[in-house]
């Protein structure tokens, strides 16, 4: 599964590597613009060992906004699974949030925090937290009929049950969501980055942009892609061990 | 008397032809009775009206004060995170801790208590659904084909085991077997088309308590008798 993913991102950067080749010789452009493969790989090997611990802080930054998105995800959408008032309230609030472009509050977060590493979490944790908040909250206010009736009806029923039933029976949609989030927890986390903030992958290619240096910056991006398949990779390995472990059948 | 039903008329919202009209029906004594008829004449419908679990119907329902009634139906599961004996005996009572074993034993399941529900066959899946909840208090307990996939000869065991342990309290079981019907219960309401007049009719059956083969006779003519009126 891991080495599945890093082969796909591979096969797909390598496209767009020679997609960018086709385009430099095609249009004759000059290695200013796009830079021939030895100069990428010349500049590649020069920054490899800076841009991977900077990808590696950007990376522990979206681990932690996913962490903190997943658990904050799961309250609310415990609280928001009956068709209450609240719950009512929470998910057409999720559903108007989750609409609105959160990056374009970002610099709003930088005004009254300033960069550093609790304004690149709150970005991150943001950006991927409304899409999971409103998975979850549609996977914990689906009843799981067949299986709830005997609870409900002899007055068994209690909430750590229910929420245990559905996020059982929904174990490889949660996998798939939580999964899925840590592209957007890597992306919030760039971004914020990118806007204002004085270290991280997405520093280091506010910095390459500045100086025209795409060498540069596509060894950041192929070094984003790797650690995005191998931790996307490790989560599901994480989610299928736990589903065999809780026999959750396919 | 627990349960009386008058005049029920039960529609589905955006449906043009009711389910029941002016339907009536009255449980007197405690027993094995039976719901029958063809698939789609509301034999469900009417278990889950019955069971508090549908509203929205017209005229009267009587249930006796503070009786239980509960419904169960065959495609129930248990959670896949435990086993069978771990989901049975958290919800078991502890006054019916005695009964559960017997239960396990005649209905079948001594050898597959200690697998996960989806590892079981589809008889045994309904047999542990059913054996749950005869497990709990109720007074009425509707059945909605509790026995399918289950074989002929343990559907008798498991029959004549309920009428033998719960002889005060009433069960309304919904089965397409006709045999099955005729032989083993006390009262028999008979659904029809909506179209006849009336949509339910109510039967006697043979209410047979042991293995002994009924009178061949009054079998026959009890089981025409459904058939006829179905």
């Not at chain 2, 109510?202 to 008798?225: C, F, H």
């Amino acid at each position: 599964m891991l080495a599945r993913r890093v082969l796909q991102f591979l096969i797909v950067f390598a496209s767009g590597l020679i997609f960018l080749m086709i385009l430099k010789y095609s249009l004759t452009l000059s290695d200013y613009v796009i830079p021939s493969p030895l100069d990428i790989w010349h500049t590649g090997k020069d920054i490899l060992t800076v841009y991977f611990f900077d990808t590696l802080n950007t990376l522990s930054v979206a681990i932690i906004g996913q962490i903190i998105s997943v658990f904050l995800a799961f309250s609310v959408g415990i609280g928001a699974r009956k068709s209450t008032f609240a719950g009512s309230f929470i998910k057409a609030a999720a559903y108007n949030i989750q609409a609105y472009p959160i990056v374009a509050v970002a610099p709003i977060i930088f005004i009254l925090l300033g960069d550093g590493f609790i304004t690149r979490l709150i970005i991150a944790a943001m950006i991927c937290y409304f899409p999971l908040l409103l998975s979850i909250i549609g996977i914990m206010s689906e009843p799981v009929t067949d299986i709830e009736h005997f609870y409900n009806v002899t007055s068994r029923m209690r909430w750590q049950l229910e929420v245990k039933i559905r996020a059982f029976e929904n174990m490889h949609k949660l996998i798939t969501v939580i999964s899925g989030s840590t592209t957007l927890a890597m992306a919030g986390t760039i971004v914020a980055e990118f806007i204002a903030a004085d270290r991280g992958i997405g520093h280091s290619i506010r910095i390459a942009l500045y100086q025209s240096d795409l060498s540069r910056i596509l060894t950041a991006l192929f070094l984003i892609g790797i650690f995005i398949s191998v931790y996307q990779g490790m989560l599901e390995w994480a989610g299928e061990r736990i589903g065999n472990r809780w026999h959750v059948s396919n | 008397m627990i349960l009386s039903l008058t005049n029920l008329t039960f529609q589905y919202p955006d449906t043009e032809i009711p389910v029941f009209r002016t339907l009536n029906f009255s449980l007197d004594s405690p027993g094995f009775h039976a719901l029958f008829g063809a698939s789609g004449v509301g034999k469900t419908s009417f278990a889950r009206i019955v069971a508090g679990e549908l509203t929205g119907f017209s005229g009267q329902l009587y249930i006796k004060d503070k009786s239980i009634v509960l419904y169960s139906y065959n495609q129930e599961r248990l959670p896949g995170w435990g086993t069978i004996r771990h989901f049975i005996d958290s919800t078991t009572p502890s006054s019916m801790i005695e009964m559960k074993k017997q239960l396990i034993d005649i209905f079948g399941l001594s050898d597959c208590i200690n697998l996960r529900f989806s590892q079981l066959s589809l008889g045994q899946k309904n047999r542990v659904n059913l054996i749950r909840y005869l497990l709990q208090e109720f007074d009425l307990l509707i059945m909605d084909e509790s026995l399918a996939n289950v074989d002929e000869r343990l559907r008798e065991t498991i029959i004549l085991k309920i009428k033998e342990s719960f002889p005060d309290r009433y069960f309304l079981y919904i089965s397409h077997n006709l045999m099955e019907i005729t032989k083993f219960s006390d009262t028999i309401l008979i659904f029809r088309d909506i179209e006849k007049i009336p949509q339910t009719l109510t039967l006697k059956g043979l209410d047979i308590a042991s293995r002994e083969m009924p009178d061949r006779d009054r079998l026959e003519t009890t089981v025409l008798e459904v058939m006829n009126a179905c």
